[in-house]
Structures are given as C-alpha cells and as structure tokens.
C-alpha cells in the first residue's frame, strides 16, 4: 500500500502530466489554427469538428460542456500553474546540464520558439533560425 505522501506525489505527477499535454495540445492548436485570438472551449470544439466531423446539433453541445466546465478547468490551473512552472524551471535545467554548450543554445532557441508558438507570436523567437 502507498503511503499518503507517495500517493500526494503520485496525484502531482499525474496532474502535471495532464497539465503538459494540455497545454501541449494548447499549444499546438494555438500554432495551427488559422485565427490565433481563438483559444479554449472554441478552440476545442474546431478541433473535435475537424477530427470527428461532429454534427452542428454535437458541436452545440460539445461547446456548451466546454464552456460550462472552463471556469473550473481555469481555476484548477490557476492553483497547479506555480507549481507547473517551478517543476518546468528544474526539469529544463537538468536537461540543459546534460549539453554540450552549443546544443544548450540550440536548446535554448527550440524553448524560445515553442513559447513564441504557446503564445501565438507569428515571428520566430529572436535569434532563431529562420
């Protein structure tokens, strides 16, 4: 049996690991979808359209689930978002400590990119390859 800590530790691991692909698909709709200012309950109510060739009486439904449920996915976020950031901040400091110092520019480069992209930025991160 897990003790209560394993089991605290268990929880964070998975709700980080939720969170990321979240804002890893996030992030990848955002780069793709042609109207950047589009995000969340629309934004995936297109994505599940487009994948699954949903309905207008389905897309109606599906938004208002999305939309009913966001202020809680919100706030949930809000409360693990430290946390997510401090975990990211170590984890990419232990992969860059396993770089030569060019790849850790490169590293650095891709990150920057990848934030451009998270954030909708249509340039490329500054200093970036073009």
């Not at 978002?81 to 520019?105: C, G, M, N, Y």
Request: proline share 3%; hydrophobic share 40%; with cysteine.
């Amino acid at each position: 049996m897990l003790s209560k800590s394993k089991l605290t530790a268990l929880a964070l691991l998975i709700t980080v690991f939720a969170a990321g692909g979240a804002a890893g698909w996030g992030a990848r709709e955002g780069a793709t979808c042609d109207n950047r200012s589009r995000r969340g309950p629309e934004a995936m109510v297109e994505h599940l359209t487009r994948e699954l060739t949903l309905t207008a009486t389905q897309r109606d439904s599906v938004r208002a689930i999305f939309e009913r449920h966001h202020p809680e996915v919100e706030a949930l976020w809000a409360g693990i978002r430290p946390r997510f950031d401090s975990i990211k901040v170590r984890v990419r400091a232990e992969v860059a400590a396993q770089l030569t110092p060019d790849q850790q520019a490169r590293y650095q480069r891709l990150l920057e990119e990848a934030e451009h992209r998270r954030r909708g930025d249509s340039t490329k991160a500054e200093g970036g390859r073009n």
